[in-house]
């Protein structure tokens, strides 16, 4: 448990690393070591006598192996813990002291051809730089859920790379490594390169429901007991399936604990403490139970707006429960059920996929972008108060049984019941059905965390929770030991924006600005085929009106639209906005459709660029309410779905236009967003307009249901 930084190639090195040490004081504070090679600084911090917190107590390292270590061929620093490493010392005839130290001569021993070999046979929660000294190569890698931060920066043109645990803690926009790939910086040619990490694939297709069902219960009953430590430990228990069921286990297992539980105590007792309570009382563990006032709430928020680098309402409201829970207790170590909803298709989300087939497509996808959100501001909140977090759902075998897993073993819809699996197997155990069998409440919400930001924001005379918070985001607005001076949010990465002209892209787009991303550029794929899988195409040609309305560069690509091959031409637009703009990330408009999200993030991917999709699985209903309360004027250009006819082709969306959407829906299964395809938008104007756009159009149908406008004129207007 401690904090690691690495740089080259900048001016007053040293100094920018101490600068970057004291930032990240809550990770460590008094035991900094920063050695120096060849250009290359390398750093670690922890607190005294906690460099070790990690390793279970399976063996004592001494005093003097303390990080970075190094020898006369390699470099290594390391923030984590790995569960096998006695294991596989034994395997490959490894003396070592600690885990840390057996990663290393592990990779001393086979070579870093053969580091992703190595990285598969590990088992844990880690993260580490692995520094080649003669070759001077730096090699990056994390386990493959991303349980441990890693982000790092890169600047060809100034020969400048940095990597470091957390965001904040240097003046640059750093990108988080993707677990799922090990970075290699070659010092000497400037460049970096990446070697994939595969998640293990499964094939159960030939094992029936019961064996599968054996299969998953075992692998967690593992996954829960390998993390137990010989001292102390704690549970967050919210009252849900999740940390009732790690209880459970635990209860089995004869082992004792002590559970948390943090809420606001201003208004109605917090909903989840009533089965939190429940829970505990059944597991015979001494509950413990934080309930702080609004006052006490306000004093801590800039601290947690800080440490989670973030002021998204949703996620402070849930930094908030853990913050609260894991302050000052004696527990070194913490377990939580996060994962458990993503891999077992536990948030209400899922409800709304109608082929069942598709829910493993989907757990995947919610899986693989968890580091960038939950995973990383709830390891920094932990680490904060000096605990570690372990988290048995996202262990590396589970992962890949629960991404493989029958999707009848998750989601059964008469009657509804969701992350089935872990429901009967508590049950089993003996938990009570009442209990098992509870729908999620949202931590924020059933803490009263959410309730207590929105009263705050009311207080302070804000219109949002989200204005509130950003208020918040200043300089001197910390009276906490992690002073916020010179770090509040920096400048975010510039992006460019994939424009439909459609509301999806541009309520992306004002997303992004209102977080404080600078918009570049925008681009535009025209495409030939009217019925691409990829790109909307209706009003296409509006775009250049749109970009000057705007006033934002725009980028157009034209394709055939072939499916698949559209994809190149993508790709194309993408590169050429890097070269020309010098973009760090891709915002689109990707509100349900996997099949545009993962062709979008795997392009970025290979382009080493970030993809940001804002609106993803946002509920319809409250987004058409926000884009209306934004005041966007959208016009529906086109229709194509039972219970829509030429009455809706032209007309501007207002309140009582969203009234009909949610009664077709009922009525038709209408999807009131249009992402089924129902009907096609154009954005005539917006709160960011500079100009607003007025259009003259014919109207054409097909049939009864389906038609479009055909454009006339279009101009633009002062406004």
Excluded at 165 to 173: A, G, I, R, T
Excluded at 451 to 466: D, W
Excluded at 484 to 493: C, I, M, Q
Excluded at 498 to 504: A, C, H, Q, R
Aim: glycine letters at 4%; a positive charge.
């Amino acid at each position: 448990m401690g904090c690691i930084i690495g740089l080259s190639g900048f001016n007053d090195s040293s100094k920018i690393m101490k600068s970057g040490f004291k930032i990240m004081n809550h990770r460590g504070c008094n035991n900094l070591k920063i050695i120096y090679h060849k250009n290359f600084f390398f750093g670690y911090n922890s607190h005294s006598q906690s460099n070790y917190v990690e390793q279970l107590d399976f063996v004592n390292p001494p005093n003097n192996l303390n990080q970075p270590l190094v020898s006369s061929k390699s470099i290594l620093v390391f923030d984590g813990v790995i569960y096998n490493w006695l294991t596989l010392s034994k395997k490959y005839l490894i003396s070592a002291k600690s885990d840390f130290d057996f990663l290393k001569k592990l990779i001393d021993k086979q070579g870093v051809e053969k580091i992703v070999f190595i990285i598969n046979e590990l088992d844990g929660d880690f993260s580490f730089a692995y520094y080649l000294k003669k070759e001077e190569k730096l090699f990056l890698a994390r386990d493959v859920s991303g349980l441990k931060p890693l982000v790092y920066f890169f600047d060809k043109k100034n020969n400048q790379f940095m990597f470091a645990s957390e965001k904040k803690s240097l003046p640059v926009d750093f990108i988080h490594l993707n677990p799922r790939k090990i970075l290699c910086f070659n010092v000497k040619k400037n460049n970096i390169s990446f070697k994939n990490i595969l998640i293990k694939k499964i094939d159960l297709k030939k094992i029936n429901l019961i064996n599968q069902k054996i299969l998953v219960e075992k692998s967690i009953l593992k996954s829960v007991v390998k993390r137990v430590p010989k001292n102390e430990f704690a549970l967050l228990l919210s009252g849900g399936i999740d940390s009732a069921l790690i209880g459970k286990i635990f209860q089995k297992n004869n082992l004792k604990f002590n559970s948390y539980f943090a809420g606001i105590k201003d208004f109605s007792k917090p909903a989840d403490l009533f089965f939190a309570k429940k829970v505990a009382e059944h597991l015979q563990s001494n509950l413990k139970v934080k309930l702080i006032s609004v006052n006490e709430f306000e004093k801590e928020l800039p601290k947690i707006i800080f440490l989670i680098e973030s002021s998204d309402p949703l996620k402070v409201g849930i930094a908030s429960t853990i913050y609260f829970a894991v302050k000052n207790i004696p527990e070194k170590i913490v377990f939580s059920g996060v994962g458990a909803d993503e891999l077992f298709a536990g948030y209400n989300r899922f409800k709304e996929i109608k082929d069942i087939n598709n829910i493993n497509e989907e757990c995947l996808s919610s899986f693989l972008k968890m580091f960038e959100n939950e995973l990383y501001f709830e390891n920094i909140i932990t680490i904060a108060n000096k605990t570690s977090l372990r988290l048995p759902f996202l262990d590396k075998e589970l992962v890949s049984i629960a991404l493989s897993l029958n999707p009848k073993l998750k989601i059964v819809n008469v009657p509804f019941e969701n992350k089935k699996v872990l429901r009967d197997f508590a049950i089993e155990l003996g938990l009570p059905k009442d209990l098992a069998l509870r729908p999620k409440k949202a931590a924020q919400y059933g803490s009263n965390f959410d309730k207590a930001i929105n009263f705050l924001a009311k207080k302070n005379n804000f219109k949002s929770k989200k204005d509130y918070l950003n208020s918040l985001n200043t300089p001197n607005s910390s009276n906490s030991s992690n002073s916020l001076n010179n770090s509040n949010f920096k400048a975010k990465l510039p992006i460019g924006v994939l424009l439909s002209t459609g509301k999806d892209s541009l309520s992306a787009m004002h997303l992004m600005q209102k977080k404080g991303y600078e918009i570049k550029c925008l681009i535009t794929i025209d495409s030939k085929n009217k019925d691409s899988y990829m790109f909307h195409t209706p009003t296409i040609k509006l775009a250049r009106l749109q970009s000057r309305a705007l006033n934002i560069p725009l980028i157009i690509v034209k394709t055939n639209g072939v499916k698949e091959k559209e994809l190149i031409d993508l790709k194309k637009a993408i590169f050429k906005a890097i070269k020309k703009y010098d973009i760090k990330g891709i915002c689109s408009g990707a509100l349900f459709s996997n099949y545009q999200k993962e062709r979008i993030e795997k392009i970025c991917g290979s382009l080493k660029i970030s993809s940001f999709t804002p609106l993803w699985h946002l509920n319809q209903k409250d987004y058409l309410k926000f884009l209306l309360k934004e005041n966007f004027s959208i016009m529906i250009t086109k229709i194509a779905c039972l219970g829509l006819d030429e009455n809706w082709i032209g007309k501007i969306l207002c309140e009582k236009d969203l009234l009909g959407l949610i009664n077709l829906e009922k009525k038709f299964g209408v999807n009131i967003a249009g992402e089924g395809g129902e009907y096609e938008t154009l954005v005539l104007d917006a709160p960011f307009f500079k100009k607003r756009i007025l259009i003259d159009f014919d109207k054409k149908m097909e049939n009864e249901f389906t038609g479009e406008i055909i454009l006339k004129k279009a101009i633009l207007k002062e406004k």
